[in-house]
C-alpha cells in the first residue's frame, strides 16, 4: 500500500473479494444523473458535535458534515445508490471564497473525513481562500465501507515461508466469497474510475464551475484520471507524491517495499547514532534486531488484559505509515524503546492513532465522525478493491502457483521486514475479472488546464521516477516541482513545497517547470 500521507493503521493486508471491474465512463448524454448533479447538500454538525473535533486537534474551525448521494453505476443509475460522507472546513476568508478545495488523502482506502477534521491547523492557510472539502470514497470510512474479515481485522491469509502455492490459492479463494458477503453491494463498483466520476458531482453539488484539488499519493492517480476524463472542468490541481499510471500491482508492491526498507534502513542509521537508542549502537546489527523482533512476535504474540493480540505485522502497519514522515522518527524510537525494553505496545498503538488523527485519513477502523463504525480492515480491504480495479493484470491460477515461491523469495530479498505484506497485492486480485484498462491506455496527453506535480526525491513509497513518467505520460499540461527532501509527498514535510503549493491553489502562481525545493528544516534533529 502506498497508503496514505500520514496514516496508521495497525490492520495487516486482508484480501478483497471478487466483483465486476469499473469501467471506462459511459458516453456523454447518457444515462441522465442529472438529478444527482443537482442535488443541494445538506450540511449540518459532524456527530459527537465540532468540539469532539477540536479536542482531538487543537484547532477547531467551523467544521460541518453532510452525505451526497452518487449511483453504484454510473451507467446503470437503476441498480442502486451510496451516500457518500463528506466534510466541509468553512473558509476563514472576510469576503466571498472563491470555491471549495477538494482533497484526497491516499491509500487507496483512505478515509477523508476523519483525516480533514485531524488536519485543520494544516490546512487552516488554504482555508483563507477555499471551504477546504474532504470526503470518504466509496466503500472506505462512513461511505458503505467494504469488509474482508472480522470486526478485529484479523482475517489475513498471508503467504508465509514454504506455504504450499495451492493451499495459498485456496485460501484466497475462501476469504474472497467473505469478502463478497460482508463488504455489500458497493464492492464491484469501487476503482478510481467511478471515484472519479464522484468528484465531478460533487464539485457540481458544491456548486463550483471548475474542480480545484489537492491529492496526495493514490489521490494523485485519482486527480490524473479525472483530468483525463473531465478536462473542462479542472481548475487548479496539485499531485504530490506521485502515482504511477502504467506499472502493474506486482511491480508497485514490490517498488513500495523496497523503499520502505529504505526509510526503515535510514531510520535505524540515525537512531542508533543517537543515544539511548534501544538498538544500540551498530546499524547492522539493528536491522537484524528489527527484523528478528518481528518474527518473535508473530510466533508469540503479545496479549492485552482483555485478550487482544498484538503481533509483529501490527508492528509492521505501523512501521510502514509512521517512516513516511521524519518528523515521527523521535517517537517511533521511544515507542519501540517502550516494546522491547518492557514488552509494551502501548506507546505504539498510541502513535498509531495519533497518524491516524493527522494527514491522511484514519485508521483502520473504529467509530467515524457520524457515529458508525468501520471495519478494522476498511483500509486494506478498500485498497484491495480499488487496485484491482484499476489493474487490468490477471494471472491465472496455473501461473500464480507456479510462481508463489519465487515471488516470496523475490519480496523477502527486496525487504524482510514488508516483503511478507507487500506481497499479497500480487496475489489478491486472483480470481477476479481483469480490471479496466482506461487508466493505463487513455491516461495521458491531457487536454486540460495545467497540474502542479511535487515529486519527492526521498520519497519511501511513491518513487520519483514516478513523477517523471507520470509527468512525460501527462504531456506538457504537467509542471513538475522537485523536492530533494526525504517523506513521503511534500506539502508537510517541506516548508518551500507548501508555500508554492498554496501560492499556486490560493493565487494561480504556477511555479517554473523543472524549479525545485531543498532541505528545510522539517526533518527529525
Known sequence: MRGTVAVGAIAVLTVLGTGAPALAPPATGRPDLSRYYTQKIKWGPCKGSTEAVADATGHAKDVQCADLTVPL??????TGTVDLAMIRMRSSASGKPRGSLLLNFGGPGGPGVSALAGAQKEFGFLSKGYDVVSFDPRGVGQSDPVSCGD?????????????????????????AKECEAKSGPVLPYMGTINVSRDLDVMRAALGDKKLNYLGFSYGTRLGAVYAA?????VGRMVLDGVDTLTEP???Q??????GRQTALDNFLTWCTGN?????????RAARHGMVQLIRDMDEMPLRSMEGEEFTGQDVVGVLGQALYSRQAWPALSQALGALLADGDPRALIRMSGGLAGGVGGGGGGGTGLAGEEVPMDN???????????DDPDRPGAARIEKEVGRLQEEFEEASPVFGKSMLMPVLLCFGRPPGTRYIREDVRDLKS???????????????????????????????VLDNKGDGHTGYLGSKCVQDKVDGFLLYGEMPKSGSSCGLDSRTAE
Open 275 to 283: 543515544a539511548g537508542c534501544v538498538f544500540g549502537t551498530d546499524a
Open 151 to 175: 470486526a478485529d481485522g484479523q482475517t489475513e491469509p498471508v503467504a508465509g515461508e514454504g506455504d504450499d502455492p495451492a493451499a495459498v490459492l485456496a485460501e484466497l479463494r475462501k476469504v
Open 73 to 78: 453505476d454510473y451507467a446503470e443509475p437503476a
Open 229 to 233: 476524463q473531465f478536462p473542462k472542468k
Open 379 to 389: 483500509m486494506s480491504a478498500a485498497l484491495m478493491a480499488v487496485n484491482c480495479a
Open 449 to 479: 488546464p495545467k497540474l502542479l506535480l511535487v515529486g519527492t526525491r526521498g520519497d519511501p513509497a511513491t518513487p520519483y521516477r514516478w513523477t517523471e513518467e507520470t509527468a512525460r505520460r501527462l504531456g506538457p499540461q504537467a509542471v
Open 249 to 251: 500491482v506486482a511491480e
Open 253 to 258: 508492491s514490490l517498488v513500495t517495499a523496497e
